[in-house]
T-cell receptor, first 115, second 110 residues
Framework: EAGVAQSPRYKIIEKRQSVAFWCNPI?????LYWYQQILGQGPKLLIQ????????DSQLPKDRFSAERLKGVDSTLKIQPAKLEDSAVYLC?????????????FGPGTRLTVL | GQNIDQPTEMTATEGAIVQINCTYQ??????LFWYQQHAGEAPTFLSYNVLDGLEEKGRFSSFLSRSKGYSYLLLKELQMKDSASYLC???????????FGAGTTVTVRA
């Protein structure tokens, strides 16, 4: 079974530039998550999708971050414009559905460096 | 909200046992997860507890006490490949969102 795919693996940009990350979840997984993991911290949920609908985006900085999952499969996360404090690893995860015991499977992440 | 605490670092010798504690204060509770994360890699699922007690899975065991807001992950017969960060994560009651602790970095020495 293929895992969660993410690209690019690494990205370096200057502040105020824009960047986009792509995620392809495990086939058949209805729920998709984007996390931000700053060095030395645990992952923080940015947004959660159930199929193509948003379940939770309470911690997404909506003035600069956006995400979509138009067809309920792949997803993109965009930052525009980037700030220095956005330097982090952006992890995508998926699970069969939202609910007790449904473990989340994580992708390898995109390491973003904002200069 | 969720407040999750775990030690920052632990060091142990190959073949030994290490216990990683996690305490949480949450507005609700619907399960606790442990994940392993090697440097530069994605977190991988280790265990899930929703009822009090011990769950054993090979060399790894996880314990939960809901009344005390406490869990631990026990790693037995440590191997060098167990050197990693171990993340404790709590699921809330109504939104199924996972809140992660900062992680405990375990270093296994020969």
């Amino acid at each position: 079974e293929a895992g969660v795919a993410q690209s690019p693996r690494y990205k370096i940009i200057e502040k105020r530039q824009s960047v986009a990350f792509w995620c392809n979840p495990i086939s058949g997984h209805a729920t998709l998550y984007w996390y931000q993991q700053i060095l030395g911290q645990g992952p923080k949920l940015l947004i959660q999708f159930q199929n193509n609908g948003v379940v939770d985006d309470s911690q997404l900085p909506k003035d600069r971050f956006s995400a979509e999952r138009l067809k309920g499969v792949d997803s993109t996360l965009k930052i525009q414009p980037a700030k220095l404090e956005d330097s982090a690893v952006y992890l995508c995860a998926s699970s069969l559905k939202t609910g007790t015991g449904n473990e989340q499977f994580f992708g390898p992440g995109t390491r973003l460096t904002v200069l | 909200g969720q407040n999750i605490d775990q030690p920052t670092e632990m060091t142990a010798t190959e073949g030994a046992i290490v216990q990683i504690n996690c305490t949480y204060q949450t507005s609700g509770f619907n399960g606790l997860f442990w994940y392993q994360q090697h440097a530069g890699e994605a977190p991988t699922f280790l265990s899930y507890n929703v009822l009090d007690g011990l769950e054993e899975k090979g060399r790894f065991s996880s314990f939960l006490s809901r009344s005390k807001g406490y869990s631990y992950l026990l790693l037995k017969e440590l191997q060098m490949k167990d050197s990693a960060s171990y993340l404790c994560a709590v699921r809330g009651p109504n939104d199924y969102k996972l809140s992660f602790g900062a992680g405990t970095t375990v270093t296994v020495r020969a």
